[in-house]
């Protein structure tokens, strides 16, 4: 696998990749890889040809009292993991070479509607940070496919909306939630978990399934079902941000006579934040 810290030196390697006829898979990553990332490394070499990751913290996801400092870093084992899955090449630029000077980046991807609930409230600018990034990792690279997974499911559709808005010729493949035995599903943020978070943490999922079947079994009181959800969750000590029932497109609050859903929630395990889905159509 060759890494490439600078545009110019990512241009030359695909630029040879597009020589030889390859098709180009990329995995867009902010690094500390798990299993759920090396899944979506796997599809993306056995449907491509080329395979790209990228690693980059992007500072203009977060809020500035954020997790951005916290942000756990480990690029060294991330390119032994990423090779071993079968990525050919990464990307892992520093900041001044993603934006250039703090002032010189003036331009910033704003997907309407999709954006304003949900992770969107608590964190603001924070899809608007997801989508520009996301611009420029498709501009730089022109990847055929790409590959998300579905944990980050409000960040699914704000990828699907924007390929489709701005034209990327680009197919989307969104990969199921990895999870760990207890369900608790794989993200970068577990490994800042005390033991007794990770106990806990484990409960947000068995949540959402729990409210999916009373909803599969009929119970459309869907307002209702959110809060006892919350309460219950905040019952057994996680910190419930949301819970959502929501219509999986518009990612609109679910009403009646909606079929195809999606059950959004983020809670907080002391100060760790952790967000999960499950979809649902009745
Ligand atoms: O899901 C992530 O890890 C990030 O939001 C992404 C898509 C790499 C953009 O920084």
Redesign the pocket.
């Given at each position: 696998m060759l890494t490439v810290k600078t545009k110019s030196d990512l241009r030359q390697a695909l630029h040879e990749a597009r020589l030889a006829g390859h098709t180009i898979g990329l995995v867009?990553?902010?690094g500390n890889l798990h299993d759920g990332h090396l899944q979506l490394i796997r599809a993306a070499a056995a449907d491509c040809q080329y395979t790209v990751a990228s690693i980059?913290v992007?500072p203009l996801?977060f809020e500035k009292n954020e997790d951005l400092n916290n942000y756990p870093r480990s690029l060294e084992s991330d390119m032994g993991l990423l090779a071993e899955a079968g990525c050919d090449l990464l990307i892992a630029p520093d900041n001044a070479e993603m934006y250039g000077t703090r002032s010189s980046m003036k331009t910033h991807i704003a997907v309407s509607g999709l954006t304003q609930n949900h992770c969107g409230k608590t964190r603001p600018g924070h899809f608007e940070g997801?989508a520009t990034?996301?611009t420029k990792l498709f501009n730089l690279i022109s990847p055929d496919q790409v590959y998300?997974g579905l944990k980050?499911y409000q960040?699914y559709r704000v990828i699907e909306q924007l390929i489709a808005d701005l034209d990327f010729a680009i197919e989307l493949n969104g990969l199921p939630t990895a999870r760990e035995d207890s369900g608790l599903a794989l993200s970068s943020r577990n490994s800042r978990l005390t033991s007794e978070q990770r106990r806990l943490a484990p409960v947000l999922y068995q949540q959402l399934q729990q409210t999916a079947e009373l909803i599969r079994r009929g119970n459309q009181d869907f307002r209702r079902l959110e809060s006892e959800a919350s309460q219950s969750l905040a019952a057994c000590g996680l910190k419930p941000d949301y819970f959502n029932i929501c219509h999986a497109m518009s990612l609109e609050m679910a009403c009646q006579h909606d079929k195809d859903l999606v059950i959004l929630a983020a809670v907080f395990a002391g100060d760790v934040r952790l967000i999960d889905n499950v979809s649902l159509t009745i």
């Open positions: 867009p990553t902010m980059f992007n996801q997801v990034v996301v998300f980050d960040q």
